[in-house]
Every structure is written in structure tokens, then in C-alpha cells.
């Protein structure tokens, strides 16, 4: 059976761990409950706020916080997190260096229930354009562990995201789990492609690469937990020790992840990308996630099909 | 009631300040006119009697905070700042110029006494909820003021911090609205702002904003009301101190051609003062 277990149980189980710093407050609009913020509002009350249904608000009073010396970690879905309150985030935190932490939940696709309401394919992109913020999406629970202590230690803005559902564990361990922003883990050795993935799709990844040994495939497998600022050498590396690049990420194929590789690419090391994501387009409801995510295509058979596509092409 | 001479003085100071204001202009620089002089009295009575703040040392800890909301009226506020010594006087010159430290709205990354990067409005006023919040957790006794604008009161997010502010009762932060009644293109959609505040729980008072003595009353009112945070409501003249800038939206943001440059002038100098 394989081990899983929810991010928002390690990333709020983290989060009251770190509240022993004074400095540490929270702030959630209405979700604390959802986004296991409810475990540090338990722990210290004093230093939780609700914000209520209003984000926007929520975000500047946060930047606020912020320059007083605090260090503000605030919730909510994804979709509201980003989308809602882009210029409150863009101006009130990343234009002037305010040390908030935004937290994005229930990202992806992982919100399966509610539909494209409350489903995020953006918040990557826009994160990311964003100059001085620093975006990080963990693969499993115990990533997410290590992300969200480096995220608090992270001086300056930090967009962090968090699926809500149980994900397989990527890392052996705590103590196996290599966590430095800004660095990409170096999954798998492989020298035909390399498999470039972040968040819950990188456990998809690694059995793709299992499966690709069957096809006489060496897929490297790599986990770019942090989209910007982007391990631009080890995405380098990888596209040069193996001559081609398939990326995965539970996100729109345009700008995020998939984008940041090829941009990279094209400009360094220029060999053939397939993204594999979300295309142009919403989500919807499921009854399951992992039904949804197959929907759109983010699956083991997906990009073992697209690693045998890349490497016949490339071998001709 | 504030003696006689020390609101004399303010008078003079805040008259200083339009005239800093009208020197940037100079050479037919465009600027936000029309708003900054009607907050000059108001900052002046702030900069120059109410805030402790220290230009020596401009992020001490125990300062008092000003958050500019309505960003764009940041002239008047970058002259009173020179006029403290935050910075040299020679910088009022180089307002906007490229690589200059004095930027079209407040940035407190390159000016020092600017406490929050301002101008895109609505944000200023969340932004000193949680400068107010953060004092109240670091058991802080500073107090906080927020400049917001009443064309900027038909932001969403305005009210969204009223709610806030209300709830955690933030008595350490005194909101001050310019209600010239103008936005850039006409007359405001919002009116009656007192009342509104009043109703989303904060105490409220209404008072002629070009009238020292009654802003500094009201500033000392304000540091006396518990357990809730305040709203001064300031009834002010857009373009307050030139006859044909006042109440002109053609004057919001502008050049000066240089007969008006020289009029503004002979104006503000009959008024007295210095320069």
C-alpha cells in the first residue's frame, strides 16, 4: 500500500510548529478549517486573525503586519489567493518587499467537488511574473514539511501551494527529503529525456520513468519544487546530459512550470519540450481527483506516452 | 482648544507646504495638484505638530506611522518630509526624474519617512489596519494615521478594511478622509462618507480640513476614543490656496503653463509666509 497523506495536514501541522517564533501571525478569510490554519489558531489564538470573506483586505493588512517585523503567513483557496487580489499582492507585498508568506490551498485540481470556480491553472503563472516573489510548489507531505519551514525562514514575499488531498509520498523520509529553495532534487539518473515535474504530478513522474525502463527508456526525473526563481542549471544540465524534456505540473501548460522550462531552454540548451499540464482551458467537477487530473491528461500513461513520442523522434 | 500661536505657526507651516508643492511644478512638470494642496493642512498639522517621528533615524522603532492612501497627493507629503529632514530639499527637484528618490507615488523602499508603497488607491488603509494590528501584538504604543481619499472611498477593499478595523477595535489607528468631493474626472460617486463610517462602527467626526485648529482637535479627540478606531472626516477644497486650481478637475493632474506658474506664485506669496 502506498504511504500517503494530505498536504494541508503537513503544511498546518508545520505552520504550528513554527508559530514558537512570536513574530509568526496568521490570517485565513473564512477557510482556517479547510486549510488547517485552524491548527495554529488552536495553539495561539492571540496571533490569528480572521479576516473574514475579504481577501483583498486580508492581504494588506498582512503587508502591514509585515513591516512592523511580523511575519505573516495568509490563507485561502488558490484561486482567491492569486486571481481575486493580483494588485494587492503585486503592489502592497511584492512591489514594496513586504515579508508576507501567501498561502494558495486547494490548488490544481484538487478542489475536484467544486468545479472551475474554485480550481487554479493561473496561480502559477501569475505568481511567477510577479518580480520579487518566490514561488514554491512541493511534490508530497514531506516536501511540503521542509517548503513551508524554508518558506518562514525565506526573507521576502513567497506564494506557496497547497493541494488539498492525500498525495503519495515522493521522499523516503524527513531526513531523506532535500529541501533548498531556488534548488531542484535530482530524482532519478536517466540520460534518454528528462522528466521535469513539480508538485503532486512529480510521484507521476517516477512511476512513468519506472514504466519507460520497460520500453528500454533512461528517463531522469526531476523535482523543480520552486517555479522562480527557477534551478536554471539543473534544468540546463538535464536537457543537455539527455537531449530532451517532457514537463509535468497540475497547472495550465502556459507559463508556469512548462513555460518556465522552455523559456530556459530556448534561450540555453534548445531541444524539444512537451508540456503536459492543463491546456487552455477551466476545470469543472468531479467526484474524484484522480479522475479529473486524468481528464486533462496528467497521468502515468500520459507522459510515458509522451516520453516514448520524444525519444523515437529524437533517436530518427 | 490649541493656543493661538502654535496654530499661527502651522499655518504658516502648511502654507510652506503648498508653496513646496507649487515648486515642484515648476518648468511645467506635471504633478497631482489639485489633491495634494488639499491635504496640505492636514499634513502639515500631522508632520509638524502630532507625529513623533525622528528624521534622524527614520525607521525608530516608536514612531508614529502615516500611510498615505490616496498615493498620488504625495507631494505634499514629500515636502513636509525635506521640510523635516528625512532628506535633502535638493531632491524636491528631482521629483520623477529617472533614478530619482522621490517617485510619482510613495515608495518606502527608495524614500525615507515613506512607510508604505502606495498609489494603486484602496490599499493604504489595509496596509495601516495591519501596521495598527502589528503594534497591538508587539504591545507597541505608537499610534497610526491613514490618508484616504473619498474618490478613493468608492473602493471595495475601503470598506473591507472598515470591517476589519471595526472588529478588532483598532484604537491605535485614526483614519482622515479628504472629502474635496472631486475625483479625476468629476464630482465623486460617493458622498456622505461620515455617516458610512459611522455605521461600520468607527467614531466618526466631521470638521473643515483647511482649519488647523479643528484638525488638531480632532487629532487629539481621535488618541482619546477606546477600544475603536476613529475617522476624521475632513470637508476640503480640491486645489485649497490657488483661486483657479480650486475646485477645478482640470487641475488634478496638470502642468502649469508659466502665466499660471507666476499667478499660482503672486497668489500663495500674498498669503505670506516665506520664499
Not at chain 1, 108 to 132: E, F
Not at chain 2, 97 to 103: R, T, V
Request: hydrophobic share 40%; charged share 25%; with cysteine.
Amino acid at each position: 500500500m502506498q504511504r500517503m497523506e494530505d498536504m494541508r495536514d503537513a503544511y498546518g501541522e508545520t505552520l504550528a510548529e513554527i508559530g514558537a517564533n512570536p513574530r509568526v501571525v496568521v490570517l485565513d478569510a473564512d477557510l482556517s478549517h479547510s486549510n488547517k490554519s485552524d491548527i495554529f489558531k488552536n495553539k495561539y489564538p492571540e496571533r490569528f486573525f480572521e479576516a473574514g470573506i475579504a481577501e483583498a483586505n486580508m492581504v494588506g493588512v498582512a503587508a502591514g503586519l509585515s513591516l512592523t517585523g511580523l511575519i505573516p503567513f495568509i490563507h485561502t483557496f488558490s484561486v482567491f489567493a492569486v486571481g481575486r487580489v493580483y494588485d494587492q499582492v503585486r503592489i502592497s507585498v511584492c512591489y514594496q518587499k513586504a515579508n508576507v508568506k501567501v498561502v494558495g490551498t486547494s490548488a490544481g485540481l484538487s478542489d475536484a467537488h467544486d468545479g472551475a470556480t474554485h480550481q487554479s491553472m493561473d496561480d502559477v503563472t501569475l505568481m511567477r511574473v510577479l518580480p520579487n516573489m518566490t514561488v514554491v510548489v512541493p511534490c508530497d507531505s514531506l516536501e511540503m514539511r521542509k517548503a513551508t519551514k524554508a518558506v518562514y525562514e525565506h526573507q521576502g514575499p513567497v506564494y506557496l501551494r497547497v493541494d488539498r488531498m492525500p498525495v503519495p509520498f515522493v521522499w523516503e523520509s524527513l531526513e531523506d527529503c532535500q529541501f533548498k529553495i531556488g534548488r531542484a532534487n535530482v530524482l532519478r539518473e536517466g540520460s534518454d529525456i528528462a522528466i521535469i515535474a513539480s508538485g503532486c504530478p512529480v510521484a507521476l513522474a517516477m512511476k512513468a520513468a519506472d514504466c519507460a525502463v520497460k520500453e528500454g527508456i533512461k528517463a531522469e526525473v526531476l523535482d523543480v519544487h520552486t517555479i522562480k526563481p527557477l534551478d536554471q542549471k539543473a534544468v540546463v544540465n538535464a536537457a543537455k546530459k539527455t537531449g530532451a524534456v517532457v514537463t509535468v505540473e497540475e497547472h495550465s501548460v502556459i507559463g508556469a512550470l512548462g513555460g518556465a522550462v522552455a523559456e530556459v531552454l530556448g534561450e540555453n540548451c534548445p531541444v524539444p519540450v512537451w508540456r503536459i499540464g492543463i491546456k487552455d482551458m477551466f476545470g469543472e467537477s468531479a467526484l474524484d481527483w484522480d479522475e479529473l487530473l486524468s481528464a486533462h491528461g496528467i497521468t502515468v500513461e500520459a507522459i510515458v506516452g509522451a516520453v516514448k513520442n520524444i525519444v523515437k523522434k529524437k533517436r530518427k | 482648544m490649541h493656543p493661538q500661536p502654535v496654530v499661527k505657526e502651522l499655518e504658516e507651516k502648511a502654507l510652506n507646504v503648498r508653496k513646496g508643492i507649487l515648486g515642484i511644478m515648476a518648468g511645467g512638470k506635471r504633478g497631482h495638484l489639485g489633491g495634494s494642496l488639499s491635504i496640505a493642512d492636514i499634513v502639515a498639522a500631522l508632520y509638524f505638530h502630532q507625529m513623533k517621528v525622528d528624521p534622524k533615524n527614520p525607521r525608530w522603532e516608536d514612531r508614529d506611522r502615516f500611510v498615505l492612501s490616496k498615493g498620488h497627493s504625495v507631494l505634499a507629503q514629500y515636502v513636509a518630509l525635506a521640510e523635516l529632514g528625512f532628506f535633502p530639499k535638493e531632491e524636491l527637484k528631482k521629483v520623477k526624474k529617472l533614478g530619482a528618490m522621490l517617485q510619482g507615488h510613495p515608495d518606502r523602499l527608495k524614500t525615507p519617512g515613506i512607510e508604505a508603497s502606495t498609489g494603486s488607491l484602496g490599499q493604504g488603509l489595509s496596509i495601516a489596519c495591519g501596521i495598527a494590528l502589528g503594534a497591538r501584538v508587539k504591545g507597541k504604543k505608537f499610534h497610526v494615521y491613514a490618508l484616504v481619499g473619498d474618490g478613493e472611498s468608492t473602493e471595495g477593499m475601503i470598506w473591507e478594511a472598515a470591517i476589519f478595523a471595526a472588529h478588532y477595535g483598532l484604537d491605535n489607528l485614526t483614519g482622515i478622509t479628504d472629502q474635496n468631493r472631486l475625483m479625476a474626472s468629476g464630482s465623486t460617486i460617493v458622498s456622505s462618507l461620515a455617516p458610512k463610517w459611522r455605521a461600520f462602527g468607527w467614531e466618526t467626526k466631521e470638521i473643515d480640513g483647511h482649519n488647523i485648529g479643528e484638525i488638531l482637535d480632532a487629532l487629539d479627540w481621535a488618541l482619546t476614543v477606546k477600544d475603536r478606531p476613529v475617522m476624521v472626516v475632513c470637508n476640503t477644497v480640491k486645489g485649497r490656496g490657488i483661486s483657479f486650481v480650486e475646485n477645478n478637475v482640470d487641475f488634478h493632474h496638470c502642468a502649469l503653463t508659466p502665466e499660471q506658474y507666476e499667478k499660482a506664485w503672486d497668489e500663495l506669496n500674498r498669503k505670506g509666509g516665506v520664499n
